[in-house]
């Protein structure tokens, strides 16, 4: 009995540290994809609009220039597949690569995707209300020919194409809705939501530099606790409910045993 008691304790030990780590983790985490850092950092400076995350970042600063430029070396994407973006439609896509390259606060919604380019990719990021509708807004007379920008392009001549058979009509005919942008553009990357900016319900594309924390932080754990990824707020100490967990872990080895 006593040595099941020791067994218990010390299974305890070891995973408790564990699942606090990946609890501090999954609020605080890079994605395994091309361009990302291994882990979030100060950067000091970051570039224009991706200024907002120098305090703590995904991106390097490199990155973070290049995702100001059109056909960058980050994607080799083609903004121009209709015509020239207007500058008011492609700063929303500029915020939007800011977000994705740089911002620690995805976790939640990280999932593995099988591709050769990256391990990881964000599916139904709750976006907040203004930040999609202003989006579409600035974008709806700009021209485009796919729903989905993720595939299906014509990549022949190293930046991406409209496919044959396509033709390139206003962004308010191929997405009639602001939430059809965010949803489909990137595949549901995103998932739109009825949330205000500074609901803490919802993530931001826009906010202002100097921030800390971010104010994507309190929303990534508002939806890790919902989510069942952490326990009691995150805090970095023992929740009885993870008690209970590392209890039960402990118990597994003894009950098959026996
Ligand atoms: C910075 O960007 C350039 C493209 O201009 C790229 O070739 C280079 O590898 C990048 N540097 C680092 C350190 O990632
Ligand atoms: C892709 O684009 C090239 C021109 O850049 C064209 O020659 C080719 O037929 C296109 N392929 C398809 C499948 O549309």
Redesign the pocket.
Known sequence: MRRTAAKMLGLLLVTLPLALAAERDVLNICMDAKHHKVKPGPEGRLYKQCEPWRDNACC?A?TSV?AHNDQS?LYNFNWNHCGIMSEKCKRHFIQDTCLYECSPNLGPWIQKVDRSWRKERVIDVPICKADCDEWWEDCRHDLTCKSNWAKGWNWSSGSNQCPSGSKCQPFGDVFPTARDLCEKVWSNSYSFTEHPRGSGLCMSLWFKAGLNPNPNQRVARHYALQKGLISYSGLAWPSPLLLGFNLLLGLTPFLSLS
């Open positions: 390097t490199n290049h070396y």
